[in-house]
């Protein structure tokens, strides 16, 4: 016989059980209904009755819903525990009722308890599941009034996944809310996974004074230290955001660590970030330096190594030593990918290497590279800009039959260049193609079309464009900005009668180096700074460090700030492509342009001052546009107004705005300051293209420095530049002028072996080659006839 206490143990487990089940059934065929509450009997529904009512698999969630709140209803004095609370959180997520999970934790506050962290995050994970974040943060908001916490692995997986789900504010504003809350050294925060996550999402996100938050107050947060990731994300974000001083600092930071027993110290990921900020700066002969230090230093690039220096390379016209780094790739075993072959061929289109171009684009087939859209669109952009439109048609055509490796851009390139030839009726029928291709017919496109409408005085044209493109609403607005834009055109002009004042100056365009040499974050403000931080550097210089020059140039940035760029490595462009944000500013850069154009530039300005009064910002190509029309009508003194304003308003000079300076300097014979401009081009991170080079080649021809003319040529040729047109056709000129016959005739015959095709300039030029040739043989005829009468 059992003992009476253990008797009791089994009779009172038994009816456990039998209660249980008759529950169970009761909710299972009619719910809540049937159930009858007996306060004799009260003690019944226990903690673990409920929670084996609860945990039933064969019992629908809905019933055990109900079942939790008639618990609560029917007895006013009776509290869930927090693990029924718990229990119940975990059945409405795996269920999906998250409407009901406000009521239940109404509830759970009005009981005074307190769920377990893990239920917590599993009502978090499911809300971020189902894309609910607005309770995700009312759960937050319980959390913090019943004094739960999130233990660092929870805190990883909730910012993770709303990070995950491009929640990125809502993620930035939880773990702001989060670290402000710790008092503690060691809290929530000091998970480096979640930070380093958060960081990179808000860096791809351009979220600039965010990111510079969250780095600020983890660098003053007391315990957490950086790793080598997170070292690495900020040097690369900052890079990105052309705050150099900040990269290498950082690095720096990273260097005085190694060795001290820290997690953090550079390798190969720090040197490629390094490296890419280098290069997105303009400082490329930095970036193969440190690359040839790389080498030696125990660290082998890889391939992202080589497709940085590539890209840098090419878009700095260095086209030499982005195919010396090409064919270098390749020899140490890294197959190179579309991108850097799209890299290479733009620099090679850029740099009028036509035939190297299209024998690199059959290297590229022959290696099995897939080429891609943009491969097809560099080609093709590449072929109309330098006189081979037969080829660039062609290819268009066949890649439109196979009906692959044809989109938007490929279209609007093609119309672009209609455009520019004067077949408006074929742009516009292309234009209806592209859109009944399903391709977006964009703002570039539309206002391709719309300049040349204007120049050919068809404006009638119009609804024919409207007709083409049928979908979406970018015509439409387009016109009706440039019928609001004509009316205020109409009223009279709020500040002045011309353009005359519109850009005032203390000085004339001769004084630019004012201008040049003010930039107040350049870390070349003076020889003297330079000398003086070599010196510096010279005495620290670590002889065992694996990267001297890197190490030398942290220190001579270390007092400097690089938060704002003097010069812009992208050239400004018309059309900013950031849909509604730059819309304004790309119309008025159309108008402007067709105004310009004309020579109307009272027109030009005082659409410039009605735009810019209602706080329409300028960018480069607005400024730029200005200061050309007017260096080109001998405007010195007011292109030196709007080149200083381009300064006041921080907007980076670029390739164009350093072209109109050397030219206005050219045209007024001031060559010699035409030449500080250049070095301080150079010294800021600036490259030279074809245009810089003729410009300058122009200008100190014009001054009569042909010495400096043939050095200049020479430096193009050796940087991988080839001359156009443009270029012989200066060359000649200068020295025809100058008396130098023979070098002008060598020029000539130089241009016909490198198969440039003469144009109309060069006709001219030759006759008057032509004519100078006969005057000098003239002289000589007269000198020997004079001698023989004489004898």
Not at 281 to 288: C, E, I, P, S, T
Request: proline share 3%; net charge negative.
């Amino acid at each position: 016989m059992p003992h009476g206490r253990s008797a009791r143990t089994i009779s009172k487990q038994l009816g456990d059980l039998l209660l249980v089940a008759s529950i169970t059934k009761n909710l299972s065929e009619s719910g809540t209904r049937n159930l009858v509450f007996d306060p004799a009997h009260s003690f019944q529904l226990t903690e673990p009755i409920l929670l084996r009512i609860l945990s039933n698999p064969s019992l629908d969630p809905s019933r055990k819903l109900d079942f939790f709140n008639w618990c609560r209803s029917v007895r006013p004095t009776y509290r869930h525990s927090a693990s029924t609370y718990s229990h119940i959180f975990r059945t409405v997520c795996r269920a999906g009722y998250l409407n009901e999970v406000p009521g239940l934790l109404h509830s759970m506050k009005e009981d005074g308890v307190v769920a377990d962290s893990q239920a917590f995050k599993v009502l978090l994970d499911a809300c971020i599941r189902s894309g609910k974040f607005d309770l995700a943060l009312e759960i937050l908001d319980y959390m913090e009034e019943l004094g739960t916490s999130l233990n660092p692995q929870m805190f990883n997986s909730f910012l993770i996944a709303l990070v995950k789900k491009n929640q990125v504010g809502l993620a930035f504003s939880i773990f702001l809310k989060l670290l402000d809350a710790e008092v503690d050294d060691v809290g929530l925060a000091s998970s480096s996974i979640a930070c380093n996550e958060l960081l990179v999402a808000l860096r791809k996100a351009n979220m600039k004074l965010e990111f510079e938050r969250v780095f600020n107050k983890l660098r003053k947060k007391k315990g957490f230290e950086f790793d080598t990731w997170c070292y690495n994300i900020c040097i690369h974000a900052f890079g990105c955001w052309g705050d150099l001083g900040t990269s290498l600092s950082l690095y720096k930071e990273m260097k005085e660590k190694e060795g001290s027993g820290c997690s953090a110290c550079p390798d190969l990921c720090t040197y490629n970030s390094l490296i890419k900020v280098l290069c997105k700066v303009g400082k490329v002969n930095d970036a193969l330096i440190v690359w040839e230090e790389l080498k030696g230093s125990g660290h082998e690039p890889d391939e992202f190594t080589y497709r940085i220096l590539i890209q840098g390379c090419s878009k700095t016209y260095r086209i030499d030593d982005a195919t010396k780094i090409f064919y270098e790739m390749q020899n140490n075993g890294f197959r190179p990918n579309s991108v850097v072959y799209n890299s290479l061929l733009d620099g090679l289109f850029k740099a009028r290497k036509i035939t190297e171009a299209c024998q690199l684009f059959e290297k590229m087939v022959d290696d099995g590279v897939r080429a891609s859209c943009w491969t097809y669109n560099i080609v093709i952009d590449g072929l109309l800009k330098h006189g081979r439109p037969e080829v660039a048609y062609t290819l268009f055509c066949d890649l439109k039959k196979k009906g692959q490796f044809v989109d938007g851009i490929t279209y609007s390139i093609i119309v672009l260049q209609l455009c520019k030839e004067g077949l408006l009726e074929e742009a516009l029928q292309l234009v209806e193609e592209m859109e009944g291709r399903g391709f977006v017919v964009d703002l570039v496109t539309i206002t391709s079309i719309l300049i040349s409408l204007y120049k050919h005085r068809r404006w009638d044209w119009t609804d024919r464009l409207m007709k083409h493109v049928r979908e979406g609403d970018l015509v439409p607005s387009v016109l009706r900005w440039k019928a609001g834009m004509e009316a205020s055109m109409k009223n009279p002009q709020s500040k002045r009668k011309d353009y005359s004042p519109m850009f005032p100056s203390g000085g004339d365009f001769t004084e630019i180096m004012s201008f040049v040499t003010s930039a107040k974050d350049s870390n070349l403000d003076s020889d003297d700074v330079r000398i003086e931080d070599e010196e510096a550097s010279s005495h620290e210089t670590d002889e065992w460090s694996s990267s001297p020059h890197m190490d030398q140039l942290a220190d001579q940035m270390k007092s400097i700030s690089h938060s704002t760029k003097q010069f812009s490595l992208a050239r400004g462009q018309r059309v900013q492509e950031k849909g509604s944000d730059s819309f304004d500013i790309d119309m008025v850069n159309t108008f402007m342009s067709i105004f310009l154009a004309k020579g109307k530039f009272n027109l030009a300005c005082k659409l410039f001052e009605i735009f810019t009064d209602m706080g329409v910002d300028p960018v480069s190509y607005t400024y730029n546009s200005i200061m050309s029309s007017f260096v080109k009508k001998g405007y010195f003194t007011e292109a030196l107004g709007v080149l200083n304003e381009m300064g006041e308003k921080v907007c980076p000079a670029d390739i164009a705005t350093y072209n109109v300076i050397i030219q206005g300097l050219g045209k007024m014979g001031r060559a010699d300051l035409a030449s500080a401009v250049l070095d301080r081009l150079l010294n800021q991170g600036g490259y030279l293209d074809i245009v810089m080079y003729n410009t300058l080649i122009n200008a100190l021809g014009k001054a009569g420095r042909i010495d400096e003319v043939n050095k200049l040529f020479e430096q193009m040729k050796t940087s991988g530049i080839n001359p156009d047109v443009v270029t012989y056709n200066t060359l000649i000129e200068v020295h025809s002028k100058a008396g130098r016959l023979k070098e002008a005739y060598k020029f000539l015959k130089m241009m016909l072996d490198a198969g440039c095709s003469p144009n109309h300039v060069t006709d001219t030029t030759l006759d008057f080659l032509g004519r100078e040739i006969d005057k000098v043989r003239y002289q000589k005829a007269s000198i020997l006839s004079e001698k023989d009468d004489s004898s």
